[in-house]
């Protein structure tokens, strides 16, 4: 089964700084690859997914994330942190693409604190 | 905004108890999936339905059923509550069955006390 591991629950940056939250899958086919952030109160929201095409991945808000099969990782990265971008992270891989259902299989989550 | 609907946005019940939580899908979405979200088990896929019909089944306890309607609109019904199955259970939805992204909704809080 597909599976993620994110590496830190917490992160903390100061505003300015570069972001990275890191994410590791295990997958026996090539894998479908997201992340997603999760505001306070609020539902998840799709930052950008990875399908077999491009390895570096352009997603909402300045992140973008680069999938490295020989390392088995999915980091997210954003340049330039801002207030804003406090909030919950998960990783998620899907299960079922190629058997007609879609099941994603989350991380654990990264909180990122940003400081001013 | 995701488009996607739930309510109640908070629940608390008894032990018990039993509850159905609803969801109306993004306009032109055909799947909806059920996610629960709890301190100790994190984000865990429940279920899919696509077009009215089950696709995938998660973890998902006995005392759980779920249903899509249809008008597409889906509702998670839970029975004989536990204390453990206070959580955030999220609806989603995506256009078709297997490669568009998922679309949350806000969530239902239910607290079982």
């Known amino acids: 089964a597909q599976s993620v591991t994110q590496l830190g629950s917490h992160v903390s940056v100061s505003e300015g700084a570069l972001v990275l939250l890191r994410c590791n899958y295990s997958s026996s086919v090539p894998p479908y690859l997201f992340w997603y952030v999760q505001y306070p109160n609020q539902g998840l929201q799709l930052l950008l997914k990875?399908?077999?095409?491009?390895?570096l991945v352009k997603g909402i808000n300045g992140f973008e994330a680069e999938f490295k099969k020989s390392e088995t990782s999915f980091h997210l990265t954003k340049p330039s942190a801002h207030m804003s971008d406090a909030a919950e992270y998960f990783c998620?891989?899907?299960?079922?693409?190629?058997?007609?259902?879609?099941?994603?299989?989350f991380g654990t989550g990264t909180r990122l604190l940003v400081s001013p | 905004d995701s488009g996607v609907t739930q309510t109640p946005k908070h629940l608390i019940t008894a032990t018990g108890q039993r509850v159905t939580l609803r969801c109306s899908p993004r306009s032109g979405d055909l799947s909806v999936y059920w996610y629960q979200q709890s301190l100790d088990q994190g984000l865990q896929f429940l279920i899919q339905?696509?077009?009215?019909?089950?696709?995938a089944k998660g973890n998902i306890l006995e005392r759980f059923s779920a249903q899509q309607f249809p008008d597409l609109h889906s509702e998670l019904n839970l029975s004989s509550l536990e204390l453990g199955d206070s959580a955030l259970y999220f609806c989603?939805?995506?256009?078709?069955?297997?490669?568009?992204?998922?679309?949350f909704g806000n969530g239902t809080r239910l607290t079982v006390t």
């Open positions: 990875y399908t077999s095409a491009a390895t």
């Open positions: 339905y696509y077009n009215g019909e089950e696709r």
């Open positions: 998620a891989v899907s299960e079922g693409q190629n058997t007609g259902f879609q099941k994603l299989v």
């Open positions: 989603a939805s995506s256009l078709d069955l297997t490669n568009s992204p998922l679309h």
